[in-house]
């Protein structure tokens, strides 16, 4: 028995450093899978938009290869698909360990993930191979449903809706075998929603107000409120694991998130509203309440890290607990700050359609949603590794640090050229000559917008520069670490509170 006990922690010891699946649970490892997925089309996205941009300042550049609207549409779709597949990988990483019992149909899961892998494979060699056609009812079931920023044809859709479906199954019968908390109750709640408000993009009306009605519900719901919340769940264990935080405070903090949802968000998304002939109080209610969603996850951040003083800020992974206090502060700048910047009527009046909204989107949904999947990576990789020390001191922090540094310079740099030109746009296009073609024209070819789109490219290739660095990171950080991982948990934060 002496020797049982002796030898385990060497066997651990011996592990420590290197990849180990099989110290991972069936979560753990089928949201290693989701991970994996989520970088390649992390770096597609960057791709395409590099590419996309190049074709603003030579816009013959690969003309009739790769069009422009491919390389755009591409561009997001690769983002919304790689957030989505990193808050999946995220959900089951944490489920059995925020449940206590393994996770239920794990075999359908992996099938799911499988199913949804290889569909997000053909859609996308269909958009490259297929950039032009008519609009029938073959081309929308097979090959675009031509719906900005929801394109995916229609087989695709219900293949997302049904991935969905399984995944919350997977989660709410593994919570309701195991315990319940505060994050699973709202996170099983949010799933319904994950999946209920996609089905408003599969239906059309003739009438094309309504049409676009139901188009923002699943723009402005899916993203930007059911993903909300999704990240605040992910946010609050995030936050338990590494720093220690009390479960108290930032279970009081989702719940307030999800409050501000219904009571503001919902009534938020009435700024999509203001210019497509929805009746006229929509410019009062969408002005109002479009910008209060992303306080109470920057509360549940600065609050958690006051809080963790009681333990001298000791935390168990110093690049996941970076990211996650830049996924706050980008939360509240992108979609709070840049986003009501320009979201009251009177202001929207002379952006809406600009790149004063793309400059907005950039740092909206690096902020908001790309953040909080890189902690992530950097937790799961911390544990993948044999729960190897990730702390102060850990061999090549430059990589992890510059990688931070270089994502978020580029990003915001980024952000503040798409802003110049959105300016130029708002000022010679829609003040100047009136939403004309020729203000449309006219404003392109303005020295401020050119500049601006100089500068937005220059600053995605330091965004490029910094996902190759944060991929190099990934597959080394902790590689031959000996150190066992420090630990601040929450019991300890409770105790040394008391």
């Not at 319940?180 to 408000?197: C, K, N, R, Y």
């Not at 929509?282 to 996850?297: D, M, Q, R, V």
């Not at 740099?413 to 030109?421: I, R, W």
Request: proline fraction near 2%; aromatic fraction near 16%.
């Amino acid at each position: 028995m002496m020797a049982q006990a002796v030898n385990q922690p060497m066997s651990q010891t011996a592990m420590r450093g290197k990849l180990n699946s099989a110290e991972l649970n069936a979560g753990q490892r089928l949201a290693v899978k989701y991970f994996s997925v989520a970088i390649i089309l992390f770096g597609a996205q960057i791709l395409f938009g590099l590419l996309a941009g190049l074709q603003y300042l030579m816009p013959e550049f690969l003309y009739n290869v790769l069009d422009f609207n491919v390389n755009r549409m591409v561009h997001i779709n690769a983002m919304i698909v790689w957030m989505l597949y990193g808050f999946i990988g995220s959900v089951y990483w944490l489920v059995e360990d925020e449940s206590g019992t393994e996770l239920v149909g794990a075999k359908l899961a992996n099938l799911a993930f499988w199913v949804l892998t290889a569909a997000v494979t053909v859609v996308v060699i269909v958009y490259l191979l297929v950039q032009t056609g008519p609009g029938e009812q073959k081309s929308l079931w097979l090959i675009n449903e031509g719906r900005e920023y929801i394109e995916a044809p229609r087989w695709a859709d219900f293949g997302i809706v049904a991935v969905v479906l399984v995944f919350f199954y997977n989660v709410a019968a593994t919570f309701m075998k195991g315990r319940w908390s505060g994050i699973s109750g709202v996170l099983v709640l949010d799933l319904i929603a994950l999946a209920g408000l996609y089905l408003a993009g599969m239906f059309y009306s003739p009438n094309i107000s309504m049409d676009q009605y139901w188009w923002w519900w699943v723009i402005h719901m899916w993203v930007e409120a059911t993903w909300e919340v999704l990240v605040g769940c992910i946010m609050a264990w995030g936050l338990i694991k590494t720093l220690g935080a009390r479960r108290k405070i930032v279970t009081t903090w989702l719940y307030i998130e999800v409050a501000l949802m219904f009571g503001s968000g919902i009534l938020g998304l009435g700024h999509h509203y203001f210019w497509i002939g929805t009746p006229e109080y929509w410019l009062s209610i969408g002005g109002f309440f479009s910008a209060l969603e992303p306080i109470p996850l920057v509360a549940m951040v600065v609050h958690a890290v006051y809080d963790s003083g009681v333990h001298r800020f000791k935390n168990s992974n110093h690049p996941a607990l970076a990211w996650l206090i830049a996924h706050a502060f980008g939360n509240f700048f992108g979609a709070g700050v840049w986003g009501f910047m320009h979201t009251l009527p009177q202001i929207n009046l002379y952006t809406h359609g600009t790149q004063w909204s793309a400059s907005h989107g950039h740092l909206a949904f690096f902020g908001a949603y790309a953040t909080i999947n890189i902690a992530m990576f950097y937790i799961a990789i911390q544990k993948w590794r044999g729960d190897v020390f990730m702390g102060a001191g850990i061999r090549h922090a430059w990589r992890w640090k510059w990688a931070l540094a270089l994502l978020n310079i580029g990003v915001v740099g980024m952000t503040v050229a798409l802003l110049v030109s959105g300016y130029e746009q708002s000022f010679v296009e829609r003040a100047l000559q009136g939403s004309t073609w020729a203000g449309y024209f006219e404003a392109q070819r303005g020295e401020w917008f050119v500049q601006g789109m100089f500068w937005r490219q220059i600053f995605g290739y330091v965004t490029a520069a910094g996902t190759l660095l944060l991929v190099w990171d990934l597959i080394t950080i902790g590689k031959g670490e000996t150190r066992p991982a420090e630990k601040p948990t929450e019991h300890q934060a409770q105790a040394q509170a008391a």
